[in-house]
């Protein structure tokens, strides 16, 4: 499905381009490539991997994370049309560390879903999360009293790999894997113009993707290795605000940006039988200082 909807958008992308003079109502450079640097913020699914004697979850986390962002943006002006080229890659990480007191433990093996007690001991979790990805992108622009209005299609990629490391009285317990690859299209409509006299760019973008989960787990005291693959389809809605200034002769600028998944891959553990993969919502968000090059 996503495919298709990819193929429709570049058509009417294609098939509405024309001889205009204008480009954008903020820049007539024809090729710009900035990078950008900053925050990446992820409301991911929760982990949990065992009991206490009272029941209470241990080596889990609610996957709330804070890390560093990593931006590289080229645009490609066709002047006297009004079509762009336009692409974007990404990198983002965070790591997250949780610690639980000294009490009797109770697991799920993995491979099996049976359950397995453990000595007390003191129980650490740490969990890493990497998201990658890029888009290419073609836009075109309508001059207009309000601003430059835009719309286009774009193919996009997006990654995200998450490892879970959990240990007892520093002993390694178990160590988990899921990884999850997106790739479809989007759609997308654009204002351009000046807001408090600095020059803004608003996209809103609406994405269709086939996900790939794959969950892997390494033998241990919990038992064999595991593993589990699913497809999906997964929808996105994403929003980006940018507003750049003239600092020295070099312009600088800042972009917030948010994406919101319809499903996100999560470890979901059943007594009797093997892991397996569920799905759930999640949101990313991002604020990036950028500069021009």
């Known amino acids: 499905m996503s495919r298709v909807a990819f193929n429709l958008t570049l058509v009417l992308c294609l098939t509405g381009t024309s001889k205009l003079w204008g480009q954008s109502t903020i820049s007539n450079r024809p090729f710009e490539l900035s990078t950008g640097q900053g925050l990446w913020g992820a409301l991911l699914p929760a982990y949990s991997l065992g009991l206490d004697a009272n029941g209470a979850p241990v080596l889990s986390e609610n996957m709330d994370a804070l ?19 336009e692409a974007r890659a990404f990198y983002a990480t965070a790591e997250s560390t949780a610690n639980g007191g000294s009490s009797d433990l109770t697991m799920l093996s993995p491979s099996a879903g049976t359950l397995v007690p453990l000595q007390p001991g003191a129980t650490r979790l740490r969990s890493d999360v990497d998201n990658y990805g890029f888009d ?38 178990l160590r988990e894997k899921l990884d999850s690859d997106f790739r479809g299209g989007k759609g997308f409509v654009g204002w351009d113009g000046c807001l408090c006299g600095h020059a803004t760019n608003i996209d809103l973008l609406f994405g269709f993707y086939d996900m790939n989960a794959t969950y892997g787990s390494e033998a241990g005291l919990l038992g064999a290795a595991a ?67």
């Open 136 to 173: 290419i992108l073609l836009r075109d622009t309508w001059i207009t009293r309000f601003g430059g209005l835009s719309a286009g299609c774009a193919f996009s990629y997006i990654g995200f790999d998450q490892t879970f490391n959990s240990t007892v009285d520093e002993a390694d317990l």
């Open 227 to 293: 593993e589990q693959k699913m497809t999906k389809n997964v929808s996105t809605i994403e929003t980006n605000f940018t507003t750049r200034r003239d600092f020295r002769q070099i312009q600088v600028g800042t972009t917030i940006g948010v994406t919101y998944f319809t499903d996100l891959p999560m470890i979901e553990r059943t007594v009797g039988q093997p892991v397996s993969i569920e799905t759930d919502d999640a949101v990313t968000l991002r604020f990036l200082f950028e500069i021009l090059l």
């Open 67 to 85: 890390g560093y962002h990593g931006d590289l943006k080229m645009v490609r002006r066709f002047l006297g049309t009004r079509t762009s080229f």
